[in-house]
T-cell receptor, first 114, second 109 residues
Framework: EAGVVQSPRYKIIEKKQPVAFWCNPISGHNTLYWYRQNLGQGPELLIRYENEEAVDDSQLPKDRFSAERLKGVDSTLKIQPAELGDSAVYLC????????????FGPGTRLTVT | RKEVEQDPGPFNVPEGATVAFNCTYSNSASQSFFWYRQDCRKEPKLLMSVYSSGNEDGRFTAQLNRASQYISLLIRDSKLSDSATYLCVVKRQGGKLIFGQGTELSVKP
């Protein structure tokens, strides 16, 4: 069975440019998460979806970040405009439901803002 | 203060050594506890859940002390392949995972 798929794997952009990340969760997984992981830190939740509904976006910097999960499957995370401090790995994860013990992570997108 | 705090690393140990990682959490309403493993430039993967009674999986033993809000992971007979970052993870009610900053382990021949 395919795992969580993310693209691109790497992205280098100049500050003030827009960038978008795409995630395809494991088939049948209703819950989807976007995390940001800074160097030397653990992942931090940005937003969580239950199907197509964003149920926890309290950590998402809404002035520049947006996300969507149309049809409750794939999801896109966007940053516009990017800042130097946005350089990090953006991880997508999915689980069958929010109470299930295990979240499965994708390989992440490594973003460098110059 | 962070909600989940771990021992600062890195831990450099020889093969065959026993190594222990400690973790504390501040939210007493936390429901579930886990250790995740993250290899260099890879995604985190679940290593094991942590139960109050303590649980073992081969060379790995996890312990939870709810009264002290303390979690531990013990690795016996370390292998080179155990080299990774170990993330202490706490789940809040509703499913939100809170990750510690991770402790890096390097096992040397």
């Amino acid at each position: 069975e395919a795992g969580v798929v993310q693209s691109p794997r790497y992205k280098i952009i100049e500050k003030k440019q827009p960038v978008a990340f795409w995630c395809n969760p494991i088939s049948g997984h209703n819950t989807l998460y976007w995390y940001r992981q800074n160097l030397g830190q653990g992942p931090e939740l940005l937003i969580r979806y239950e199907n197509e509904e964003a149920v926890d976006d309290s950590q998402l910097p809404k002035d520049r970040f947006s996300a969507e999960r149309l049809k409750g499957v794939d999801s896109t995370l966007k940053i516009q405009p990017a800042e130097l401090g946005d350089s990090a790995v953006y991880l997508c994860a999915s689980s069958e439901d929010r109470e299930l013990r295990e979240q499965y992570f994708g390989p992440g997108t490594r973003l460098t803002v110059t | 203060r962070k909600e989940v705090e771990q021992d600062p690393g890195p831990f450099n140990v020889p093969e065959g050594a026993t190594v222990a990682f400690n973790c504390t959490y501040s939210n007493s309403a936390s429901q579930s506890f886990f250790w995740y493993r993250q290899d260099c430039r890879k995604e985190p993967k679940l290593l094991m859940s942590v139960y109050s009674s303590g649980n073992e999986d081969g060379r790995f033993t996890a312990q939870l002390n709810r009264a002290s809000q303390y979690i531990s992971l013990l690795i016996r007979d370390s292998k080179l392949s155990d080299s990774a970052t170990y993330l202490c993870v706490v789940k809040r009610q509703g499913g939100k995972l809170i990750f510690g900053q991770g402790t890096e382990l390097s096992v040397k021949p």
